[in-house]
């Protein structure tokens, strides 16, 4: 059989619970938008029905929803370019997860980091969605026969997962139907770490709002998060390598060098001997100058929840248009009687 050619097509997705972060923007939306409108057909997501496996309050859900969808919009996704709608609205998604639960197996999913982390000790009492999420996610990627994903480095273990997913259903049923999706990380903010401990990664859900950059925050907050930031005594080296040892420090720089659009290196070689009261207020400034423009937008489009619901409807019609018929074909595979 001659292998099929998949259309070279991107999938990605973020959860609308807790806001958007710095790390969500360098590590994923910024790609994100890099990646539309050249030779990829693009397909970005609001997971809502992941963001469902912790609690969610229903209304905050639904308002985090269409800013997320904001977020992508005043980032630079162009609605009409990419493909942009929640999850929920396009029910093939949770119907592919069904089947790819029973393709995973339980020793896999047992190996998730991300899950031993989210669940710690408490893993008997965390619902079961949160357990399954990774075959939600392969179905998010493989219900588009996607062949590229962009993401931050903790997402690595999950495409991963989805490869192995889509080879064993391959395997069990002796077709060559789904891709093995490749994993797209790259640049110096694959993981952009907590300001307050340069050895966490920033995220929703830290304690403090002072361990991260929102992309709702205010000019003043942001310069106030950098000047307050965690760093060690000692001023920028003048080479990369010997930031080795010190989290803080490399992780300012990799901000500083995926906000600018240059290499953590070209960060260095321009401030190799300042001091902290030098780099960090030109980081702030770096950071307003990119960010406060997207704030501005994103308040501006979500004075118009309307539109933002009109936009997230037609992406997702304009989704089932490729997703249906993929989802039809796996049920003929595996055997499910319909037409
Ligand atoms: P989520 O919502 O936690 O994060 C969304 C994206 O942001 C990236 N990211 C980071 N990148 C760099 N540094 C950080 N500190 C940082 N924190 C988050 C994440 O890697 C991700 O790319 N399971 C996914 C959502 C998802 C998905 C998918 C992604 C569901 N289905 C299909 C790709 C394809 C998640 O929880 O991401």
């Known amino acids: 059989m001659t292998k099929p050619s998949f259309t070279p097509r991107v ?13 969500n923007y360098l590590g994923a939306i910024k790609r994100f ?3 539309q409108g050249g030779e990829f057909e693009t397909i970005y997501c609001v997971v809502d029905l992941h963001a469902i496996t912790v609690w969610q309050n229903p209304a905050e859900l639904r308002d985090g929803t269409r800013e997320v969808a ?41 190996r998730m980091t991300q899950f031993k982390d989210k669940a710690g000790a ?33 997402q690595k273990q999950h495409v991963e997962l989805t490869r192995d997913i889509a080879a064993k ?9 789904f891709p ?55 001023p920028l080296p003048d080479t990369f390598e010997a930031l080795e040892g010190r989290p803080e420090a490399r992780n300012l ?17 321009q401030y190799a ?7 960090k207020p030109a980081l702030a400034d770096l950071a307003v100058d990119k960010l406060a423009p997207i704030s501005t937008e994103m308040a501006r489009l979500m004075a118009d929840k309307a539109e933002i619901d009109r936009i997230l409807a037609r992406g997702a019609e304009r989704a089932r248009d490729i997703a249906a018929p993929i989802l039809r074909q796996t049920y003929d595979i595996v055997g499910l009687l319909g037409k």
Request: aromatic residues 8%; charged residues 20%; glycine residues 8%.
């Open 33 to 35: 938008v890099q990646m």
């Open 180 to 234: 093995l999706s490749e994993p797209v990380i790259g640049g110096p903010a694959t993981r952009v770490m907590n300001l307050r401990d340069g050895t966490k990664k920033m995220s929703k859900s830290g304690e403090s709002d002072m361990e991260r950059i929102n992309m709702t925050d205010d000019a003043d907050s942001i310069a106030k998060k950098f000047r307050k930031a965690k760093t060690d005594p000692a």
């Open 253 to 269: 720089v990799d901000i500083y060098a995926a906000l600018a659009d240059i290499t953590p290196e070209e960060v260095i070689a």
């Open 11 to 23: 999938f990605s997705g973020i959860k609308p619970s807790g806001g958007l972060h710095l790390g």
């Open 169 to 177: 259903f391959n395997h069990d049923f002796k077709v060559d139907f």
């Open 122 to 154: 408490n893993a008997e009492a965390v619902s079961l969605g949160l357990y399954a999420y990774p075959a939600l996610m392969a179905a998010d990627i493989l219900i588009y026969h996607a062949t590229h994903v962009p993401v931050g480095e903790d």
């Open 70 to 110: 904001a977020g992508f919009i005043a980032s630079g996704i162009d609605p009409e370019t990419s493909i942009l709608f929640n999850q929920s609205q396009v029910p093939e998604h949770a119907e592919l997860a069904w089947i790819f639960n029973c393709v995973a197996r339980v020793g896999w999913m047992n």
């Open 273 to 279: 001997g300042a001091g902290w009261g030098v780099f």
